[in-house]
């Protein structure tokens, strides 16, 4: 049988595995067409067309061999019944030694992460701004895979440790793929790429004990930020809610430093990348977020899943801030120095494009252990510029992809193959999947009639770097004047939020500067938190037992900037979050029936009773406040909450902490029928949020979601 593909990368690919009987068909790479630029424009934007095609299936089949014969496995080759393994067990070599190589080097850093496949849509046709075919036209669609992760913490780690997230997105565009690996924090700890190593040195557990885990409270961390100013910035958003999301769906993504964007004819615009969610913005609290780490740590990683499971599919509108070349210097700082942002009120984000989740991977280590991103994957219409911290980013991403995989050759994995042909003169290496017909690979040449041609501005639509980019200057080991001050954008960040957040980012900073052993690191973070807020430096010192140093004011400013924090907004949607009714198990079937009243707003609802029967979903003994958004305790829990110590059924007083917890967590708790008492127990005051109505309280309650969390439950300091 021989199967012609439309995409002579595809063709490649099933050229290889199509030589395994159980792949079906065999196939001759001569059935790619030869101009794959008359395919280019009809690449699949359903991903899974192009990734079902490596799917293995093993429904009723003999097991085999790696090298097809089919085998049986469960006992080695022996000498005698109870003789020695013979060396001769290939079987048993096999087995174990692909075992054995099961692991390749897990990320060095963003090890942790969860990624999911989609779709990319364009808003428009903004070839005025832009050569990217991506942005061509209004309504194309081009598939995408995205994989969030955590910085720090390693493979195994918990997804609520606190921390910056990644926020990585591939566009599998028709022009090749377009990688922007950003973050859910706009801005970066360090300005230039020499010190990464030192950062992550630093943030990374201690080097002799291999502690703390996924964590920056302890004295490296704090020593190498409080050195750093630069790290400013960046851990303030860490300390607020942007460190502790209450979900990868819940975050915006930031591609951080600044891009150029180029027309057909040359003309760039500086450009900044945004993922705005179209969830809404919402965070947990630290000890939400400590809790969740111990119950359920893989808390985001199963949200994204069982959203997308769901259907009920996350969004983001992706924009970007527009600005002249000669804006590099304008707004007070550098657009060149990534510890800055610009912000929105004064460059406001022009929406583009949508992308939207809609496919969970098949397989974790395939898809979302291999992919791998490099800044340097970048397409026509879209150039850099001289950030330092991209440029050298742009190295190290090539450099850690041939260390974990271990060969040049992984860009044709299936997760990481453009899904358009490639056409060059890379050859052979560790596990070359291609049978290249030319010979002639070099260029120039005649014998292949000059083919692979070359392609640029001109011809082909190759990619090009932006034609007035010029470059001049001595050699100097320094950072640049234009990015000393370090302290006026956390100060702006601060400002900007609601006194809620504030209180939040301070309590973050007093957790992790307490957990501190060093007294010079103490006073080091305070001298610099100083020179952004002696406000700050104060409120820190205070918890500390020490005295913040007098105030610095030489950056202090009274700004504010718009739409930075993560809570005080309404969510967007609800979808994908879940309410626990409390209830009890002889009450299961005449309580009110809120699965279908929630359904509608995407909202799950989870019966918690004493033990599982039909109905209840969940039991008091593993329900915890942290699993919910929201909590509604029917007028039948009453008898469990008065029987909460009696029980064996769950550990003691379970039932009054989960409403205690929701209501301390600033989630909205409803008290139905004569549960008065449970409420008077639980310390709950009523107030925004808590819902005691005799009727039906289910829209109310949905606007109490959408509130996410009540901030007036929370003391600030005098
Ligand atoms: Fe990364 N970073 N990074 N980083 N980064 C990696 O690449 C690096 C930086 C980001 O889900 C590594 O494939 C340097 C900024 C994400 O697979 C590594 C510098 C931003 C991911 C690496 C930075 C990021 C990574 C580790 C200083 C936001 C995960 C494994 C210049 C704009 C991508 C890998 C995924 C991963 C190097 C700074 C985002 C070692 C040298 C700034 C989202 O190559």
């Known amino acids: 049988m021989r199967v012609t593909l439309s995409i002579a990368g595809v063709a490649y690919a099933t050229a290889v595995l199509a030589a395994c009987p159980y792949m079906g068909g065999e196939m001759d790479i001569r059935d790619a067409p030869a101009d794959h630029h008359l395919q280019a424009r009809d690449i699949p934007t359903d991903t899974t067309d192009f990734m079902g095609q490596f799917e293995l299936n093993d429904t009723d ?35 174990i030694q692909h075992f054995d190589h099961e692991r390749v080097p897990e990320r060095a850093v963003h090890a942790r992460g969860a990624g999911a496949h989609g779709v990319f849509e364009s808003y428009g046709d903004y070839s005025n701004i832009t050569a990217s075919s991506f942005l ?25 440790a606190r921390d910056v997230h990644g926020f990585a997105v591939r566009l599998y565009t028709d022009e090749g793929n377009f990688d922007i690996v950003g973050n859910n924090i706009p801005i970066f700890f360090i300005q230039d790429a020499i010190k990464f190593p030192d950062l992550i040195h630093a943030v990374k557990p201690e080097p002799d004990r291999e502690i703390p885990q996924a964590a920056t409270a302890h004295d490296t961390a704090w020593d190498f930020f409080s050195q750093q100013p630069s790290a400013m910035h960046t851990l303030f958003w860490a300390m607020s809610g942007h460190g ?58 199963q949200d994204l899943w069982e959203a997308i499971e769901a259907e009920r599919y996350p969004e983001w509108e992706f924009g970007v801030q527009i600005m002249e070349e000669e804006d590099e210097l304008r707004f007070g700082f550098d657009l060149l120095d990534s510890s800055k942002l610009v912000p929105e009120d004064l460059v406001p984000v022009t929406p583009l ?24 994957h970048i397409v026509r219409g879209v150039d850099f510029t001289d950030d330092p911290l991209l440029q050298g980013r742009i190295f190290s991403y090539l ?39 030319n010979t002639a ?79 010079i690191v103490k006073e080091n973070v305070l001298i610099q938190l100083n020179r952004a807020s002696h406000e700050v430096a104060q409120r820190v010192a205070k918890a500390l037992g020490m005295e913040a140093p007098a105030p610095d004011p030489t950056y202090y400013h009274d700004n504010k900037t718009t739409d930075i924090g993560t809570v005080g907004t309404p969510l967007r949607k609800l979808d994908g979050l879940k309410v626990g009714v409390l209830t009890s198990t002889s009450s299961v079937g005449s309580d009110p029936d809120f699965s279908t009243s929630f359904a509608s707003s995407g909202v799950d609802v989870v019966v918690v009773a004493e033990s ?56 909205p708790v409803a008290l139905l029928g004569r549960t008065s008492s449970v409420g008077k127990a639980a310390g709950i005051v009523s107030g925004p949020g808590v819902y005691t109505a005799a009727g039906n309280i289910t829209e109310a309650f949905k606007e109490g979601l959408r509130t996410f969390k009540f901030l007036d439950r929370f003391a600030i300091d005098q």
Do not use: C
């Open 353 to 376: 494009g949508k992308l939207t989740l809609n496919k969970n991977p098949t397989n974790y280590f395939a898809e979302t252990e291999q992919i791998m991103f490099q800044p340097g």
């Open 612 to 667: 599982l029967q039909a109905g209840v979903d969940v039991t008091y003994s593993g329900a915890d406040a942290t699993a919910f958004d929201g909590v509604i305790v029917t007028e039948g829990a009453a008898k469990v909450f008065s029987n909460s110590t009696g029980s064996t059924l769950f550990p003691a007083g379970r039932p009054v902490q989960i409403v205690v917890d929701a209501y301390r967590y600033g989630k």
């Open 244 to 301: 502790i999301v209450r979900s990868f769906r819940h975050m915006d993504g930031f591609g951080v430093h600044t891009f150029r964007f180029v027309t057909d004819d040359g003309k760039t615009k500086l450009v900044k990348f945004h993922w705005k969610t179209l969830q809404g913005k919402a965070s947990l609290l630290w000890e939400e977020a400590q809790a969740i780490a111990g119950k359920n740590p893989d808390y985001h990683r």
């Open 399 to 437: 450099d850690t992809q041939l260390n974990r995989h271990g060969g040049p050759n992984f860009e044709q994995l299936p997760i990481n193959r453009p899904r358009v042909p490639i056409h060059n003169n890379n050859r052979d290496g560790q596990a070359q999947m291609f049978l290249p017909l």
């Open 441 to 519: 690979a070099y260029s120039p040449n005649t014998l292949n009639g000059g083919s692979p041609k070359q392609a640029n501005q001109q011809q082909g639509r190759g990619f090009f770097t932006a034609p007035g980019r010029t470059t001049t200057g001595r050699l100097v080991r320094s950072v640049s004047s234009t990015f000393a001050d370090v302290w006026s954008q956390p100060r702006l960040f601060f400002n900007s939020l609601v006194p809620a957040e504030q209180q939040f980012l301070i309590n973050g900073i007093r957790f992790e500067t307490s957990m501190l052993k060093s007294q």
């Open 61 to 95: 089949v003999y097991l085999t061999s790696d090298a097809g014969g089919p085998i049986e496995d469960q006992e080695s080759l022996s000498a005698g019944e109870r003789g020695p393994t013979l060396l001769e067990d290939f079987i048993f070599r096999q087995k």
């Open 136 to 160: 061509s036209a209004k309504g194309k669609k081009t598939p995408a895979f995205v994989r969030f992760s955590t910085v720090a913490g390693s493979r195994g780690s918990a997804d609520t």
